[in-house]
């Protein structure tokens, strides 16, 4: 059993953070079966400050002022509880019977406000008033029985891991505007899968081994939103209907993956896979934001599985002291899920694809020091509709790090140096590529530290050259110029101290 505790004041006004957890454990192992039982409890309490516009269009605290909060009163908090178990028997030579099973479940609850003081729609927090409160309560139970078994297939080694998974999910959301007040909007939705999976890894011969296998599954999801128009004081002013259109939907989709990995000698080795995959919208995208006045769209419960095909190539090279993997791939989507800040909803994308290289590489400079270094590019853009060619939000088209680790006094005394960079990329909302980009930029991480016995330390400096920088900001569907953004703290110094008995 454990527990741990953490609490921070936050970079930003309104940023402060409380969060609790505790694990507690039992396991057991016989000759023949392992057993466990896992129980876990968390609680977090996160104020929220809110995004900081470039321009005082709208409130009068901009980027210029970093650590202020738009949101001086927002908060969410969180608390989930879970238990898991299973077992794994031994039913002969090389096979395994694998069970787990666990039910979560997570309680989540937030207060949203309007700083603006109408008649005269001036930012005052002072008179914040109760906009939107968020009470959703979601659990989650799972049954994953499976086999692992090593077998002879034509005369040559064989892995295969097959089973089955059943995953059940119920949400239930309240959104009024305040704790205690009747519901504008309560969403309830219930969503199934069932599937059946196997993955067969065969050794061909000592350096070739192929992978093989795919997933089918049957997907089922019904989902409702209660609207009451009499408690809600916008009715009557929405321009379409503000109740989300009610979801019955069943589907089957499945998944196949076929790969190689082949080690032309002890330097280079060749590898790569072909797959098709899926991913089902989870209840909270199908819910967004849930804002409980939808002036623009409400929510859509009835999203699409979101389904890629994409093909990888790769190559390592292992050459004494030195490391080095590049890979190549193409993936292409259909029905990508996004939210989009402006709807305050996601949405299924058009078409969609992705081509990157990525590459990394090690060398043992000498038996204390190691050297790290790595670079991807991607190019993720439209491939049909009215955004053709334009490339998607939030994705940088390069990316890099390098670092080293120097075992000044081996365990005692090590020194860790990190350095990230990345291009500038295009902002959440701006899938037409009209709006500013969000700047490239780099930071370095520097850590020092050790340890004795059972005692551990390190000081740390993160960001050590003070960059004043935002990884994430939002663009403005209406004016040119203007967006929103989220501040990443500065300079940071962190020291840690402790034991293990």
């Known amino acids: 059993m454990y527990a741990n505790a953490a609490t921070s004041s936050g970079y930003r006004q309104n940023s402060q953070l409380s969060q609790q957890n505790a694990v507690g454990n039992l396991s057991y192992r016989g000759p023949e079966w392992t057993g466990y039982l896992n129980i876990i409890g968390d609680s977090q309490r996160q104020n929220l400050p809110g995004a900081l516009q470039n321009l005082p269009l709208v409130y009068p605290i901009t980027l210029d002022t970093p650590r202020a909060s738009v949101t001086p009163f927002d908060w969410a908090h969180q608390q989930t509880f879970g238990v898991t178990g299973g077992f794994t028997r031994t039913l002969g030579s090389g096979i395994d019977l694998i069970v787990d099973g666990g039910v979560r479940r997570k309680f989540q609850q937030s207060q949203f406000f309007n700083y603006f003081n109408n008649p005269f729609f001036s930012f005052d927090p002072s008179t914040a008033a109760p906009a939107n409160y968020v009470d959703t309560i979601m659990t989650t139970s799972s049954v994953t029985p499976r086999i692992d078994m090593r077998h002879q297939l034509f005369g040559v080694p064989n892995r295969l891991l097959t089973g089955v998974d059943f995953y059940n999910t119920q949400y239930d959301s309240d959104r009024p505007q305040a704790q205690g007040l009747p519901d504008i909007h309560r969403y309830s939705i219930r969503q199934t899968t069932a599937s059946i999976y196997a993955m067969n890894a065969t050794t061909v011969t000592p350096a070739l081994e192929i992978s093989y296998g795919g997933r089918l599954q049957r997907n089922l999801v019904k989902g409702q939103d209660v609207y009451n128009p009499a408690v809600d004081p916008n009715a009557g002013f929405y321009a379409s209907d503000p109740q989300a259109a009610p979801a019955d939907s069943s589907e089957w989709q499945y998944a196949l993956h076929l790969g190689y990995e082949y080690r032309l000698n002890p330097t280079l080795a060749l590898f790569g896979r072909a797959a098709r995959a899926f991913r089902l919208p989870n209840a909270d995208e199908r819910v967004g934001a849930g804002n409980p006045f939808d002036v623009v769209v409400p929510p859509n419960l009835n999203l699409k599985t979101q389904t890629s095909y994409d093909v990888e190539n790769g ?84 990316s890099g790090y390098s670092g080293l680790t120097w075992d000044i006094v081996k365990k005692l005394l090590v020194l860790d140096v990190t350095a990230t960079f990345w291009s500038d990329r295009r902002m959440d909302n701006d899938q037409s590529n009209i709006q500013p980009l969000i700047p490239a930029n780099a930071t370095m991480n520097v850590k020092i530290g050790g340890e004795w016995n059972q005692f551990f330390w390190s000081a740390a400096v993160l960001n050590l050259f003070n960059s004043n920088y935002y990884d994430y900001a939002i663009a403005s569907a209406f004016t040119q110029g203007f967006f929103s953004a989220y501040p990443q703290p500065t300079r940071t110094f962190t020291l840690r101290a402790g034991a293990t008995f």
Request: hydrophobic fraction near 45%; avoid cysteine; aromatic fraction near 14%.
């Open 315 to 398: 190559l390592r090279v292992t050459l004494g002291k030195f490391n080095f993997q590049t890979t190549g791939y193409i993936m292409e989507l259909n029905n990508e899920i996004h939210f989009i800040p402006a709807l305050f909803a996601n949405v299924n994308l058009d078409p969609t694809q992705r081509i990157g290289w990525e590459n990394s590489a090690t060398y043992q400079l000498s038996d204390d020091v190691r050297l790290r270094a790595g670079v991807a590019y991607i190019n993720a853009t439209f491939r049909e509709g009215q955004f053709a060619g334009k490339q998607i939000p939030l994705v940088a088209p390069w």
